[in-house]
Protein backbone atom coordinates (compact mmCIF):
# COMPACT_ATOMS: atom_id res chain seq x y z
CA UNK A 1 0.00 0.00 0.00
CA UNK A 2 1.43 3.42 -0.92
CA UNK A 3 -0.42 6.82 0.06
CA UNK A 4 0.40 9.78 -2.29
CA UNK A 5 -0.39 12.31 -3.43
CA UNK A 6 -0.43 12.27 -7.09
CA UNK A 7 -1.65 15.76 -8.19
CA UNK A 8 -1.03 15.12 -12.01
CA UNK A 9 -1.97 12.48 -14.15
CA UNK A 10 1.23 11.92 -15.24
CA UNK A 11 2.16 11.01 -11.38
CA UNK A 12 -0.38 8.37 -11.95
CA UNK A 13 0.84 7.50 -14.96
CA UNK A 14 4.03 6.88 -13.80
CA UNK A 15 2.82 4.75 -10.90
CA UNK A 16 0.84 2.64 -13.16
CA UNK A 17 3.96 2.17 -15.44
CA UNK A 18 5.76 1.06 -12.67
CA UNK A 19 3.82 -1.92 -11.66
CA UNK A 20 3.54 -5.04 -13.64
CA UNK A 21 0.00 -6.20 -13.17
CA UNK A 22 -1.73 -2.50 -13.58
CA UNK A 23 -5.11 -4.23 -11.81
CA UNK A 24 -3.23 -3.94 -8.88
CA UNK A 25 -3.64 -0.26 -8.63
CA UNK A 26 -6.01 1.30 -7.46
CA UNK A 27 -6.47 4.96 -6.94
CA UNK A 28 -8.47 6.60 -4.22
CA UNK A 29 -9.51 10.46 -4.72
CA UNK A 30 -10.28 11.69 -0.92
CA UNK A 31 -12.50 14.32 -2.96
CA UNK A 32 -13.00 17.70 -0.53
CA UNK A 33 -13.24 21.21 -0.99
CA UNK A 34 -10.17 23.88 -0.02
CA UNK A 35 -12.65 25.18 2.79
CA UNK A 36 -13.17 21.67 4.27
CA UNK A 37 -9.73 20.43 4.08
CA UNK A 38 -7.74 23.72 5.57
CA UNK A 39 -10.57 23.41 8.90
CA UNK A 40 -9.16 19.32 9.49
CA UNK A 41 -5.51 20.50 9.36
CA UNK A 42 -6.04 24.03 11.10
CA UNK A 43 -7.72 20.91 13.99
CA UNK A 44 -4.79 18.77 13.48
CA UNK A 45 -1.79 19.30 16.19
CA UNK A 46 1.14 19.41 14.92
CA UNK A 47 0.93 19.19 11.62
CA UNK A 48 3.74 20.30 9.06
CA UNK A 49 1.63 21.59 5.62
CA UNK A 50 0.92 25.29 5.92
CA UNK A 51 -1.62 27.20 4.23
CA UNK A 52 0.21 28.37 1.40
CA UNK A 53 1.02 24.44 0.36
CA UNK A 54 -2.57 23.72 0.27
CA UNK A 55 -3.18 26.51 -2.05
CA UNK A 56 -0.77 25.50 -4.14
CA UNK A 57 -1.74 21.50 -4.44
CA UNK A 58 -5.55 22.51 -4.85
CA UNK A 59 -3.82 25.17 -7.94
CA UNK A 60 -1.76 22.60 -9.17
CA UNK A 61 -3.84 19.41 -8.89
CA UNK A 62 -5.95 17.32 -11.89
CA UNK A 63 -8.67 15.98 -10.53
CA UNK A 64 -8.34 12.31 -12.04
CA UNK A 65 -11.64 10.96 -13.92
CA UNK A 66 -13.94 8.68 -12.70
CA UNK A 67 -12.24 5.68 -15.19
CA UNK A 68 -9.01 6.76 -13.26
CA UNK A 69 -9.55 6.55 -9.57
CA UNK A 70 -12.31 6.12 -6.95
CA UNK A 71 -13.95 9.36 -6.08
CA UNK A 72 -14.47 9.28 -2.18
CA UNK A 73 -16.35 12.63 -0.75
CA UNK A 74 -14.65 13.50 2.75
CA UNK A 75 -17.06 15.72 4.23
CA UNK A 76 -18.17 12.41 6.24
CA UNK A 77 -16.67 11.10 9.55
CA UNK A 78 -13.41 9.01 9.19
CA UNK A 79 -15.50 5.63 9.36
CA UNK A 80 -18.06 6.54 7.26
CA UNK A 81 -15.16 7.48 4.36
CA UNK A 82 -13.32 4.44 5.45
CA UNK A 83 -16.00 1.97 4.88
CA UNK A 84 -16.50 4.10 1.32
CA UNK A 85 -13.13 3.27 0.30
CA UNK A 86 -12.95 -0.65 1.31
CA UNK A 87 -16.46 -0.48 -0.29
CA UNK A 88 -15.49 1.09 -3.64
CA UNK A 89 -11.76 -1.02 -4.10
CA UNK A 90 -13.96 -4.64 -3.67
CA UNK A 91 -15.64 -3.70 -6.70
Known sequence: MLACSALHRWHRDALRDAVR??????????KGDYDEID???RDR??????ESL??????TLEEP???EALAVPIDGPVFAIVDSILAGVKR
Do not use: E
Open 65 to 67: DAW
Open 39 to 41: RRL
Open 45 to 50: VGHFMP
Open 21 to 30: DTASIRFVYL
Open 54 to 59: LKTQFA
